[in-house]
Structures are given as C-alpha cells and as structure tokens.
C-alpha cells in the first residue's frame, strides 16, 4: 500500500457546483455547439436567400424556421440543463463533505452525503415506549459519555481513479481548482478549503508532475 501524500476535506456551495458546470460545458461541449451553429446558419442564410427569390415557395419557410428553432435550442439548451440540475440538487436535501487523498499511483475521493437541514431529536427506548432525550437529563449524560449509541445517517462513498487507467486533467480556474476525470466527471475543490498558499502549491505540484496539468 502506497503512502498517502496529501489529504484535502472540502465541501461545495450551489455557485460553486454552478461555476464547475459551467466550466466543465464550455471545455467539452462548447466547440461541437459552434460547430452546429455554422451549419444551421448556414442553413437560415440559404432558407432566406429561398424566401427572397420565390416568396410563395413554403420550403424556405419550413428550413429557415427549423434552422432558427434549432439554433435557439442548440444554445439555451445547456441553460435549462443547469438550472434543472440546480433545482434537483437543492431538492435533494443532502449535505456533503469530500476527502481527496493523493497516493504515487491514485487519487481517493470519499464522499460523506448527510442529510441536511434535518431537525435530528434524540430518543430513548424505554419500558413506557419512545421518549425524547431531555437536555441535561441522565440519559443525555450517557449519551454524551456513548455516543455511539447515537444513530448517524451519514453516508459514505468511496471512489479511487488509478493513475495508470483514468484521464485526469487538472485545471486552476477563479477560486477553484477543476479535476476533470474521463471527460465525464468533475470535482471542485475550493482554494478556501486549503490551509494556505503553500497547501495550493504542493496540491497543484503533484498534478504537475504526473503530467495531468
């Protein structure tokens, strides 16, 4: 087992997800959409030259309207995506909390998803049933003194990216550093969540020197 090089706990708040998108469409899907803008203005361009030489001919209409319909798709599209999965995210109701630890031949993620804004009450099973846990009561000293005996709804996930069999790329952009994984994932780690400039510097060092920078 190789040892750990460096450990980062961050979290994310909703800009910061947002921004990631954001980046993560203009890098990978960006240049297709400009590709697909040429083409369909290309097609308006030929639809109206059609209206303008023979007005009664429906064609024209029936082109350079798709071609407009598409075109306006084509870019409001990633718009509606973001904001669906925007709303999705806050609907969800979970707070989560990433570990990223760096090792010579991979990359851990651990995902702790707890659920939030949840009002939590600590209850106690006794003989008269189910009641709740009264603050400096004896069954709240011995709960304090245990507390494994109190229920944790945390979750935890764990993903590890081998070095040697996945595409990582990383990139410094704004407040954020953006770890691209086979062109289909990404992880915003927030420069806030390091300690220091130093902290920054050894993080980024060690994409560098794999060569994934």
């Given at each position: ?13 909703p ?24 083409i ?9 030259d ?13 082109a ?14 990633p ?10 995210l ?16 991979r ?10 804004d ?7 099973v006794?003989a ?13 000293k ?10 944790d709804?945390?979750?935890?996930e ?16 704004k ?32 994409f ?6």
């Open positions: 087992m190789s040892e750990k090089l460096q450990e980062i706990i961050f979290d994310n708040s800009e910061e997800i947002e921004e990631a998108y954001k980046e993560f469409h203009n890098r990978y899907t960006l240049r297709r959409k400009l590709i697909y803008t040429v369909y203005l290309i097609v308006v361009v030929l639809a109206a059609l209206v303008i030489k023979n007005p009664t001919n429906p064609a024209g209409y029936i350079g309207g798709l071609g407009l319909g598409i075109l306006v798709f084509n870019w409001v599209k718009v509606l995506i973001r904001r669906k999965m925007m709303q999705g806050r609907e969800l109701g979970t707070d989560e909390t990433y570990h990223i630890r760096l090792y010579e031949d990359i851990e993620i651990e995902t702790e998803i707890r659920p939030a949840a009002e939590t009450e600590i209850v106690a006794t008269q049933g189910v009641i709740p846990v009264e603050e400096g009561s004896d069954a709240a011995e709960l304090a003194e245990h507390p494994e005996l109190v229920k709804d945390t979750q935890i764990k993903t590890v990216y081998r070095l040697a069999e996945t595409e990582i790329l990383l990139c410094d952009h407040e954020l550093l953006l770890m691209f994984v086979n062109r289909s994932y990404i992880h915003a780690i927030p420069k806030r969540c390091f300690s220091g400039e130093k902290e920054i510097l050894d993080f980024k060092a060690y560098e020197e794999k060569g994934l920078m």
